[in-house]
């Protein structure tokens, strides 16, 4: 329920949606959308069906963005995905803000502690060399990652929890937050909404983008680009209390 409740949050902090559909892309790896701007999010399939399609392809210009928006509800991944891309190009950015990437923040909080990290970031090796213990879960888990049925045993021993924006599409972010209440915790990736509302929740730190160059973000996404490929965008972070 807490996953719902923090989706329609994320809606209803939006007054105005009677923005035009301009343009929307689902990429391989990202999907955008730009209306008032442009939303970015992470392109995400059904794990039990990846082959499940939109209904709607060719057809989604034509809805409204509202409607759009709402689709952040859905079973159906995809649509979840583009629901995340379309509140993303609504969000606007407090005065809190600043350019940067939030791993100096999350290394700073992990050093000699207990982290736990939802999906596989780049940074997992050199928060590994500073972290007391440094668990990564993931869906798919290679190397030394743990499996995402794993979390209800670890997160609650972290001091840090590092989580996925994708946790908001996938419905897993209540979970989570549940099980971590008591850790400082940073959510990131291109996915995560930079609104207040998820201060509301218990998050510290929120890491996400501004795309700077939208036909060059638009092209990289086009040919499948994954996110850390893009060019176009600039890391942007807020935190709470700031």
Avoid at 19 to 43: C, H, Q, Y
Avoid at 116 to 139: M, T, Y
Avoid at 186 to 203: C, E, R
């Amino acid at each position: 329920m807490k996953s719902y409740k923090i989706k329609q949050d994320l809606i209803d902090s939006i007054k105005e949606k009677n923005f035009p559909v301009r343009d929307i892309i689902i990429g391989a790896n990202l999907t955008v959308l730009e209306s008032k701007k442009l939303g970015m999010a992470s392109t995400i399939l059904n794990t039990s069906c990846k082959h499940k399609i939109l209904d709607e392809s060719g057809e989604l210009e034509q809805f409204s963005l509202e409607s759009i928006i709402n689709m952040l509800h859905s079973k159906t991944m995809l649509k979840a995905s583009l629901g995340m891309a379309a509140l993303n190009s609504l969000i606007e950015i407090n005065d809190n803000w600043r350019r940067g990437n939030a791993f100096e923040i999350i290394q700073a909080k992990a050093k000699q502690k207990n982290a736990g990290v939802i999906g596989h970031f780049p940074f997992v090796d050199r928060l590994r060399k500073s972290a007391e213990n440094c668990w990564v879960f993931e869906q798919k888990p290679n190397d030394d990652d743990l499996p995402a049925e794993a979390i209800s045993d670890y997160l609650p021993r972290c001091d840090v929890v590092v989580i996925t924006g994708q946790t908001i599409i996938n419905n897993t972010i209540g979970e989570i937050l549940s099980l971590s209440e008591k850790a400082y915790k940073i959510i990131l990736g291109p996915s995560s909404p930079l609104s207040p509302v998820l201060f509301d929740y218990g998050i510290d730190v929120i890491g996400g983008v501004c795309n700077s160059d939208i036909e060059k973000v638009k092209r990289y996404v086009i040919q499948g680009a994954k996110f850390k490929q893009l060019e176009g965008v600039e890391l942007v972070t807020l935190v709470s209390g700031n």
